[in-house]
C-alpha cells in the first residue's frame, strides 16, 4: 500500500462521522425535493378542482406538505 | 327455479281441477281448510309455551316411557307433531334434553299423530261435525278479541278445532258428491303393484300437502264414501307415514346439527316402519281383524279398522324400535357429525420459525398482514362495500352509491372465522418468543403484537358502527343518510390509502409521510363532522337522539381509522430504508399537526 492510499484510508476514519452527516443531510434534501415535487402536482390539481370538499383535502395536504418542508429545512439548518 | 316452476304448476293444475270440478273445488278447499285449522291449533297452543309446555317437558323425561306418553299427549292435542319437534329441538339444543330422549318423545309424537284418524273415522264421520264447527269458530273469534293472552290463546285454539271439523266436513261432503260423478274405485288396484303404487301416490299427496293428518283424513273420506278400496287405503295411509318424513326433513334444513339429526331419526323410524308395513302387510291386516274384532268394530267398518292399522303399524315400530334409542342416537351423532366453520389458519407461523429472531419476526410480520386483509374485508363488508370496489380506481362516493343497500352482516361470525383464530396464534407466537432474544427483534414484535391488537379493535368498532348503519341507511331522513354515507366514506377511504402503501405504490412518494396526510384528514374529517351534526341538531333537521347517536358513530369511525393508522405505520412503512429514516425526521407531531389543522389556536 502507497502512503497517498494509507493517508486517505486514515483521512476516511476521522471524517467518518462527517461522512454520515453528509449522507444525512443529502437524504433528507432528497425528501425535501420529492415532497415539493408532491406539492406542485397536488397546488395544481387544487387549481384545477371544483368540488369544495376535495378543495379542502387538497388544501390541507398543501399545509401537511409545506409543514413537512419546513420542518426539514429546520433539521438540515441544524446539521 | 325447478322449485318455483313446480310450484306455479301445481297452482296451474289446482285452477284447472277447480274449473273442471265443482266437487274437486269442495275437497281441496276441505283440505286448505284443515291446513289452516291445524296453524290455528299450533299458533293457539303456543301461547301456552311460555311455560306450560316447558315445564312439563322438563319433568317427564327421566324415564322411557313418560317420554312417550308426553309425545302421544301433546300431538293429540295439538293434531301435529310440528310444534312439539320445534320444543324437542330447542331443549336438545340447550342441552336440556339428549338426543335419545329426544327421539323417545318424537316416537310417541308420531303414535299421536295416529289418533287423529281414530277422531276422524269414529267421530267426524258419523256425526254432523260442520255443526259442533260453527259455534266452536263463534267462541274463538270472541276469545281471541279479549286482551288476555290466555284467552287468546284459548280462542285460537277453538277456531284451530271449528276449522279443523270444517275441513273434514268438506272433504266428506266433496267425495259424496264426486261419488255421484266420477267413480275413483275402478282405478283400485290389488296386488304387490297395487300395494307399492298406491304408497307412492300416499307419499307424494303427503309431500304436496306437508302434512299427514290432513292426508289421513283426505284418505278416510275417500273410503267412506267408497271412492278407493281398503287395501288401497292401507296403502295410502303407509305412504303418508313415509312422506310426513319431507315436513321432518324440510323443517331440518334450517336447524342446527342437533335438529337435523332428529329429523333424521324421525326418518329412520317412519321409513322402517313403513317398509315394515310394506313387507308384513297380511299379517298387520290379520292382526287388525282381531284387534276390531275384540274391540267391537264391525268387519265392515273400514274407516275405523285402517284407523286401527294406522296404529298398530306405527305401535309395532315403536315398540321395536324403542329400544335401540341408545344406539340409533350414537349412530346418528357418529354419522351426522357438526361441520366445524372454516377457521382462517395461520399461514406463516411454525415452530421452526421460533428457532431464528429474524424468521420469527418476519412470520408474525406475514401474519399481520394476512390479518390485515382479513379484517380489512370485515370491515368494508360491515359498511356494505366490497374490496374490488374500493381498491379500483373508481370515485369512492360512486362506488358507495353502487352499494346504497347495506346487508346484514354477521361480524360476530366472520370475526370467530377470520380473526380470532389468526389473532390468538399470533399472541401465543409472540409469547413464546418474545422474551427470549436480544431486545431489537423483542421490540419489533411488541410492536407487531400492538399493530394486531389495533386491527382486532378496528373490527369492534366496526361492530358498534354496524347496528346505526343498518337502521338509518334507510331513513326517510335524507341528512341521517348522507351523515352515514359520509361515515362509510371515510372508512373506505382510510382502507383505499392505507392498500396504495401496503401495495408500494407510493414508495416514490414518502410512505411515512403520506400517513401524515392521512392522519391530517381524519383528523379533519372528525371536526368537519361535529360541525356538521351540530348544525343539523340546531336546525332541526335532524333529532337530538339521532344526532348523538351520529356522535357516537362518528367516535367509532375515527377510532377506527385511528387504529388501522397506528397499525399500518408499524406493518407497511419499512423503516429499514434510508429514504424512511429521513422521513422520520420529517414526520409532523401530533401537535404540529393540530397546529396546521388550526392554524389560529397556536
Redesign the interface.
Known sequence: MNKIKLLSRLQDFFNADKKKKK??FE??E???K??KV?ENKIKKMLNACQDVEMK??LQ??V???Q???D??KT?LKDL | MIKNSLFFLLLGLLALGFWLSADFKTIVAGIAIFLFGMLSLQQGFKAFTGGTLERILRNTTDSTIKRLLFGITTTTLMQSSSLLSVLVISFISAGLLDLAAGIGIIFGANLGTTTGAWLVAGFGLKVDIAGYAMPLLVFGVILQLTKQKNLQGIGQILLGLGFLFLGIQYMKDGFDAFKGNIDLSQYAMIGMRGLLTYVLVGIVITVIIQASGATMVLIIAALASQQISYENALALAIGSNIGTTITAILGALGANIKGKRLAGAHVLFNVFTGVLAIVLLDQFVWLVDVLCHYAGIATDDYTLKLAMFHTVFNLVGVIIMLPVCEPMARFLEKVMQEKKATVDLPRFLTVSALQYPDTAVESVYQETRHLYENASHIILKAIGLHRRDVYSEQDLDEVINKYPVIKDYDIDEAYERNIKGLYSAIIEFVSQARFTWEMQQSGRLHWLRDANLQLVEAVKGVKHLQKNLLKQNRSYNHYLVDEYHRIRYQVAMVIRELGKIKNSEVVDELPLLSMDMLKGRIKEQRQTAIEIIENLIREHKISAEAGTSLLNDNAYVYDIQSNLLSMAETVFINYATDSVKAEKELALTDHELLEVLNPSRH
Open positions: 449522507k444525512r437524504e433528507i432528497g425528501v425535501i420529492k415532497l408532491k379542502k383535502a390541507l395536504e399545509n401537511i406538505i409543514a413537512q418542508i420542518k426539514g433539521v
